[in-house]
């Protein structure tokens, strides 16, 4: 991943991202653009507990098993991240495959593992990204407790699967 990217990132993903869920009065959606069966774009939100950044340019994916992102991603493994935050916004393109199941409590989730093809910045100079799309937790406690173990999960699967390959 690009340092630009990561710093993008940073804080909004991963552990530190769901640590701030704690506290913050919103949080910061990402977008996960893919495309249907169909051939039309397909926008799924994402928080902090549904992505971990991995090694170098890769991030681990966790997502309901029956939704359309996954169906689209297990599908065409291609993926548009959009972030918009902190008065800057990028596009980065993932090639994605399938991590396999990820057990987190009674749930289980379908891991991806996601390589940052690269970023496009997604800035002008007469204008300022104030935020994309914005979200407040209702559940605070149970939610954050559960994007812990989704990640814990999802670490686990990453380290199971590189120690296969």
Not at 106 to 121: K, S, W, Y
Not at 138 to 159: F, I, K, N
Request: hydrophobic residues 45%; glycine residues 10%; proline residues 4%.
């Amino acid at each position: 991943m690009t340092a630009s990217v990561h710093d993008l990132l940073e804080g909004l993903i991963g552990r530190s991202g769901v640590e701030a869920a704690r506290t913050a009065d919103a949080l910061d959606a990402l977008e996960l653009i893919t495309v249907d069966e169909d051939g039309w774009p397909h926008v799924a939100l994402l928080s902090a507990g549904e992505i971990l950044p991995t090694t170098g340019d890769q991030l681990a994916l966790c997502l309901w098993p029956r939704s359309s992102t996954s169906r689209n991603l297990a599908r065409q493994g291609r993926a548009l991240l959009y972030v918009a935050t902190r008065g800057r916004s990028a596009k980065v393109r993932l090639h994605v495959e399938p991590l396999g199941p990820v057990a987190v409590g009674d749930h289980t989730f379908a891991g991806f593992l996601a390589r940052a093809e690269g970023a496009q910045p997604d800035n002008v100079s007469y204008a300022e990204i104030l935020s994309g799309v914005r979200y407040r937790l209702t559940d605070v406690g149970g939610v954050v407790d559960r994007w812990h173990d989704q990640l814990a999960a999802l670490d686990a699967a990453v380290e199971a699967r590189d120690q296969r390959t």
